[in-house]
Nanobody
């Protein structure tokens, strides 16, 4: 089985920064794309940023220039550095990873449990 564990959420003032981490563990052969999503109250879950196995990145327009996604393949971990945070960034942030458990099989998506990020003065 594969588990994704997130950390780094919390309360921060507008203009502040937070760094989220998401560590994958368990029976892992390889990890393909990884990404961060968020869901605010009353809204649908949306993509924030994603990174391929080759470290190509893609961002939602709302976070471009403020957030940076990265990964450490040796640690099976991805990060989301969030700068210049705004109240509208408040949401539960979820990480996702496409994991191949057995060589030669298709990857499957796994999700973290979510971590709350609140931007408020």
């Amino acid at each position: 089985q594969v588990q994704l564990v997130e950390s780094g959420g919390g309360l921060v003032q507008p203009g502040g920064s937070l760094r989220l981490s998401c560590a994958a563990s368990g029976s892992i052969f390889s990890i393909n794309a990884m990404g961060w999503y968020r869901q605010a109250p009353g809204k649908q879950r949306e993509l924030v940023a994603k990174i391929t196995s080759g470290s190509s990145t893609n961002y939602a327009d709302s976070v471009k220039g403020r957030f940076t996604i990265s990964r450490d393949n040796a640690k099976n971990t991805q990060y989301l550095q969030m700068n210049s945070l705004k109240p509208e960034d408040t949401a539960v942030y979820y990480c996702k990873a496409a994991v191949t458990v057995i060589r030669g099989t298709y990857p499957r998506d796994y999700w973290g449990q979510g971590t709350q990020v609140t931007v408020s003065s």
